[in-house]
């Protein structure tokens, strides 16, 4: 990487022009497929943020605009530079890098709009909680084509999930969350499983749901229930249950669901700790019928992307089978969701089942 401080943000283009005339004779080819749009606040998250969108050059050349927001008074700062993909790789990409403090603040969408690389989509990454009042977000919201938030940042999840709502219904704009593509293996896991209508009758005479996740927890990640309330609302939402009620007792979280038979049942989220899998993890899933039939779904504790499956009634118990999940590779969560167009329609079901959840606890 190559990395230059500009003075004048007049000289932003100039500046990057001065670098690639530096780097022709290396056989670089300058490349962008699409312009993409990063805040995020300076803190303990920041340098992990900037790690993970630093690895979408990897995968897919674009304009990076990163624009951090920094505490100090009076602060302003501006650097550019082209990044490569890790290997042999020919292509390089621009950065343009905007640090300021909240005086600027209404400035930075006219000094961005210079440097959007016209007929190429703008996508939008909000490291931040969206339901907080920002200028700057609204401003960049027009601009954006689509629109990607960590719903980490989240201090109440069922606003977090209300104000995404309501954000696609009332400016028709795509959107996701890292957090929802993070269940995407488990998600096809369970689907995978129950896909015929005779073990999906089954499931649908579940009376009990028990998901464990890691409870380990990192700078960058404390709300480690997340990727489990959304497993559960998907889950939830494609089988038509209705939510009851809500209940925490003893660090465990019980969702209480009336299925389409009309018949009550209950999800419970538990806490556990693996010390290998990144914070939040989905561990396991056990489901319990009326009838008597047991379906595990378990990580391997030596093989923790391999899970094994496993099920059993009263009077036999077939023999486990296993299952290789997607590993929980840094930045692909961020790539999936680049690469998908539209908003999920199961990923907008599920956060209209989280919005009716009330209690600030969950998360």
Known sequence: MTFQIVQDPSAIESALTHIWENL???????????NLIVFAKMGDRYDYTHKRVQKIVDT??????????????NSFRIGVSVLFPQG????????????FSKKFEKKIPFLLLPHLLPDLPIYLLWTEDPTEKSPLFTSLVTLAVRLIFDSESSKNL?????????????KGKEVADLNWARTESWRDLIADCFHDPLTLNKLQHAKKL??????KTSLFCSHCKIQALYLQAWL????????????IYKGILSIYYQTEKGKELVIELRPDMHAELIPGAILSLEVFTRTKEHFLFRRDPKIPYQVWIAS????????????????DVSGLSLDKEIIFQGTSRHFR???TLLSTIKNKKIC
């Open 24 to 34: 022709a004779k290396s056989g670089k080819t300058r490349a962008s497929l699409f």
């Open 60 to 73: 897919f050349p674009c304009r990076i605009l990163f624009l951090t927001s920094q505490p100090k008074k």
């Open 88 to 99: 042999e790789g020919d292509i390089a990409c621009d950065t343009i890098d905007i640090a």
């Open 158 to 170: 069922c606003k977090f999930a209300t104000s995404i709502l309501a954000i696609e219904e009332k």
């Open 210 to 215: 028990l998901i464990t996740f890691n409870k």
């Open 236 to 247: 939830a939402s494609r089988l038509f249950w209705k939510k009851k009620r809500v209940s």
């Open 312 to 327: 059993s009634t009263l009077e036999k118990c077939d023999l486990p089978i296993s299952f290789l999940l997607g590993k």
């Open 349 to 351: 079901d599920a956060l």
